[in-house]
């Protein structure tokens, strides 16, 4: 679902997965506003800076994955892939965008290199389960996508409103900064002695989520794009989210949960904050076939 936030601000629920992280935005107008990039996670995440991260015999991922929150992963900042994934996810057409998709037919839709990205919803699914989509997935793919994300993009009229303007509504007023909530994520399941079967949190797995600003930067919008805009070139997006990069996942199939939401603050008649109420919700199952390369 795509709200208007001041006029341009787009707050959409992209994509869920696990625990939101925490961050603070001291600099975060720093050069190519990327300070944000940083993101530290709070202790608990400059804990998790200091593990190797390994995958076990049985895990789901390949071996030899690290990647730590503030890494260049693939060349790229985790800001800078979140402007990617809205590029990615802007430049297609509205009758087979991935965002949109409610069964898995376009998952491939504008894939290349050996990042590919997975969408969430734009429109609410509260109360009606998950979207559920049917993806494969080449051998060797990291997958990147947002737990929960927005982006500023320029109106007419908006040229007035400053970049360091942005930076602050896009962190503090949608769902992809501040008003994230109820994040989470998990991939396969595992065996507990006492729980039995359980689904396992992305998090659990050592794999952090990673809230991030990203950079200036300009899409090209195509007809009928999934914003209603006119086609063209439009030059300022900037993006706030949280984010995950899952190392490639072995031969074979998986089973990833995605769930997030806006959480706005609700006020009595004098002005105080007496609870939260959700704004709109996103959540999608995807069922991955991880296709092994064929051998010549």
């Not at 787009?10 to 720093?30: D, E, L, N, Q």
């Not at 390994?54 to 789901?60: A, L, M, V």
């Not at 400053?162 to 992809?176: K, L, M, N, Y």
């Not at 952090?208 to 300022?236: C, H, I, M, W, Y």
Request: hydrophobic letters at 40%; charged letters at 20%.
């Amino acid at each position: 679902m795509i709200n208007q936030f001041a006029r341009s601000c787009c707050v959409i629920a992209g994509i869920a997965i696990t625990t939101m992280a925490t961050t603070g935005y001291a600099g975060m107008f720093g050069a190519k506003g990327q300070s944000s990039d940083v993101l530290q996670m709070a202790r608990t995440q400059s804990a998790l800076n200091a593990i190797s991260f390994r995958s076990y015999p049985d895990g789901p991922f390949v071996p030899g994955g690290v990647f730590a929150a503030n890494a260049t992963v693939y060349g790229k900042t985790y800001g800078e892939w979140g402007a990617e994934w809205w590029k990615w996810a802007l430049s297609i057409p509205a009758d087979m965008n991935p965002v949109l998709d409610e069964t898995g037919d376009y998952c491939t839709m504008g894939q290349s290199g050996n990042v590919w990205f997975l969408a969430g919803t734009f429109n609410s699914t509260s109360g009606l389960g998950p979207v559920v989509r049917d993806c494969t997935i080449p051998a060797g793919k990291a997958l990147f996508y947002p737990v929960i994300n927005g982006t500023w993009i320029d109106e007419p009229g908006d040229e007035e409103v400053t970049d360091e303007e942005v930076r602050w509504i896009v962190a503090s007023f949608t769902a992809g900064g501040d008003l994230g909530c109820q994040i989470r994520s998990t991939l396969d399941s595992f065996s507990t002695p006492n729980f039995g079967e359980v689904a396992a949190p992305v998090t659990a797995q050592l794999r952090p989520v990673v809230r991030s600003q990203s950079q200036k930067f300009t899409v090209n919008l195509p007809e009928n794009n999934v914003l209603g805009f006119p086609a063209g070139k439009n030059d300022r997006l900037i993006a706030e989210g949280y984010w995950v990069m899952l190392p490639p996942l072995t031969a074979g199939e998986h089973v990833l949960t995605l769930h997030g939401a806006e959480c706005l603050p609700v006020f009595d008649e004098t002005g105080e904050e007496i609870g939260i109420e959700k704004g709109f919700e996103t959540e999608v199952e995807y069922h991955l076939t991880v296709v092994p390369a064929r051998r010549r």
